[in-house]
T-cell receptor, first 113, second 113 residues
Framework: NAGVTQTPKFQVLKTGQSMTLQCAQD?????MSWYRQDPGMGLRLIHY???????DQGEVPNGYNVSRSTTEDFPLRLLSAAPSQTSVYFC????????????FGSGTQLSVL | EDKVVQSPLSLVVHEGDTVTLNCSYE??????LLWYKQEKKAPTFLFML????IEKKSGRLSSILDKKELFSILNITATQTGDSAIYLC?????????????FGTGTRLQVTL
């Protein structure tokens, strides 16, 4: 039972570098999303997708891109990393957008120097 | 802006104690309130509360929602060291869409021997 799988678990970037955080789920969930978790701020939604080919912005989308070419995968791209993007990133999915019960991946700890 | 406030921010108790974690909010138009447990990394779902006054139970954990007074509590009885975690509270939007979750900053619980 893989659930939601995120890679890598840890990453260190230099300012200006780009990278992609991978997220895959094997539960045939329609809804997928990306959150960032910062100390004292709770989880904040970056981008989400209600199905393959459909994406939308969340609360803090600037500096990030997403795409959803398949039901299973929802990668998050950092275009030009900045120290303010140092955070723990979580991918989460649910059966469909109207189902609030989210299943989370184990997270990616990203440091931007 | 929707606001979810959790208290206390952190708590240290001895094994066997009973704890009550609080989640208060300023939103009146929402469908559900959710509780998650975050150990080490991935938050895991505990409860979803939709109706006021109806207690949900799972083993030693229970939770109740008071829509009139705008709060929810999570009770843990006979605490164990395995209960050590961050407990997150989240509110949905009025239609219960997964993309409209607003998370609190969490309560960090440490259970000592």
């Amino acid at each position: 039972n893989a659930g939601v799988t995120q890679t890598p678990k840890f990453q260190v970037l230099k300012t200006g570098q780009s990278m992609t955080l991978q997220c895959a789920q094997d539960m045939n969930h329609e809804y997928m999303s990306w959150y960032r978790q910062d100390p004292g701020m709770g989880l904040r939604l970056i981008h989400y997708s209600v199905g393959a080919g459909i994406t939308d912005q969340g609360e803090v989308p600037n500096g990030y891109n997403v795409s959803r070419s398949t039901t299973e995968d929802f990668p998050l791209r950092l275009l030009s990393a900045a120290p303010s993007q140092t955070s723990v990133y979580f991918c989460a999915s649910s059966v469909r957008a109207t189902n609030e019960k989210l299943f989370f991946g184990s997270g990616t700890q990203l440091s931007v120097l | 802006e929707d606001k979810v406030v959790q208290s206390p921010l952190s708590l240290v108790v001895h094994e066997g104690d009973t704890v009550t974690l609080n989640c208060s909010y300023e939103v009146t138009n929402f469908r559900s309130l959710l509780w998650y447990k975050q150990e080490k990394k991935a938050p895991t779902f505990l409860f979803m509360l939709t109706s006021s006054g109806i207690e949900k139970k799972s083993g030693r954990l229970s939770s109740i929602l008071d829509k009139k007074e705008l709060f929810s509590i999570l009770n843990i009885t006979a605490t164990q060291t395995g209960d050590s975690a961050i407990y997150l509270c989240a509110l949905t939007g009025p239609t219960g869409t997964a993309s409209k979750l607003t998370f609190g900053t969490g309560t960090r619980l440490q259970v000592t021997l």
